[in-house]
C-alpha cells in the first residue's frame, strides 16, 4: 500500500462532503450558516457524516500561484477529471507567470544541474520570479521580503554576531537575541524533498548542499564535519522526544559559536532551540546531548508537515516512486507561505506525482 492512502481513502469524498440533510441541517444550527445545495447529498455514507474538509488557507489566499496549484494538484482522478485534464490544469497554473511561483526543470546535463540548483539553495534565486520578487504585498498591506536561500541566515549570522568580549555565561540575553534572529532568518527558506535515501534524498542532499555553501565561504569544516560533525550553522532536526532536554520530534535548532570561558579567543559550539518562553526564549543545549538529531538543509516533506516557510522549494526525483502521490506534492507545496520553487530533477515527474492517488469514482 502506498504511503498516505488509508487517509486518502478515508477522505477522498471530502470535496463534495456528500453531507445528509440532518446533518446539514445540524451544521447550519451549530455555524449559523447553511450549506450549500452542492455539499448536501441524502445518499450520503456514515463516514461522509463525520469529515470535514478545511477549505479556506490562512498560509495564502487561494488566488495566489501557490493557492491555484495547490487546488489543481489536489483533484482526485474522476470520471469527469482524466489524467490528460489534471496535467493540463497543473501545468496551466505553472506556466500562467504568477508572482509567487516558479517551476525549475533539471537539465539533464550536469553541470547546468549543479549550478541551478545551488543558485537556489544558495540565494532562492530570486531572479526567476517576477520582478525577481519585489513589490509584492500580504493582505494586510504589508511588504513581501523577496525570496530567498541560506545564504540569508548564515549572513545574518556572522553579521549579528555579538560582540566576542561580552561572555556567553554574562550576557545571556544578547546571545539569545542573536540566536532568535538567526532562526528567523533560517525560516526564510526550506529545502523539501520526498526520499530519505540516494542522491535525490535528504541524505545526499544535505552533505551536498553544506559543501556548496563552504565553496562560497558561508560555513567551515572538511568532508568529515559536514557529512557527521558538528560546524556552526548547522541546522538540526529533531528527530525523537526528549524529555529530559524538553525538546519534541519535529523541534529545529541552529548551531551557534559562544566564547570559552576557558580560553579567551575560543570559542564553543551551542545549539539553539526557540521556546515559547518569552523571558527565555532560546533553549541552549551542548552539541553532546543530541543524539537523535539530523542535518535539515533538506528535509521530508513528512517531516515539514505541520510547519510552514517564506520560501519552500519542492524537490521531485529523477525517477518515479511510489511514494511520489498527489497528496505528497500537495502537503510539499502548501508549506509555502509566499513563494514556492517546484523543482523537477527530471521533467514528466510532476506529472506522474499528481495521477498517482486516490480516484474518485
Known sequence: MEAGAVLGDLCRRAEAAHYKPATALWLAELTDHPLPEALIDPDGQPLDQAITMLRVSHRFTESSGIGQLAQAINQPLSETLRERDKH????SVLNNGYADLHHLVLKPDAQNEDSALERLVITGSPERFPNAGEGRTNHKGEPIAPPTGYRYYLNTLASERPDTAL???ENGEIYSAWAKQVLTAYSRFQLLCALRKGPWGVEGLNLRIAKTLRSEKLLFGNDYTLEKGWFEGRPVLVTQNDYGLKLMNG???????VPDPRTPGKSLLRVAFPTSDAENPIHWVLPSRLHAVETVFA??????????????????????NPILTRELVYTGITRARDWLTLIEAKRGILSDAVTRGGYEG
Open 88 to 91: 493540463q490544469a497543473v501545468h
Open 167 to 169: 561572555t556567553f555565561e
Open 251 to 257: 523541534d529545529i535548532g541552529i548551531t551557534l559559536a
Open 299 to 320: 528535509m521530508t516533506v513528512h517531516k515539514s508537515q505541520g510547519s510552514e516557510f517564506q520560501h519552500t522549494a519542492l524537490l521531485l526525483p529523477q525517477t518515479p
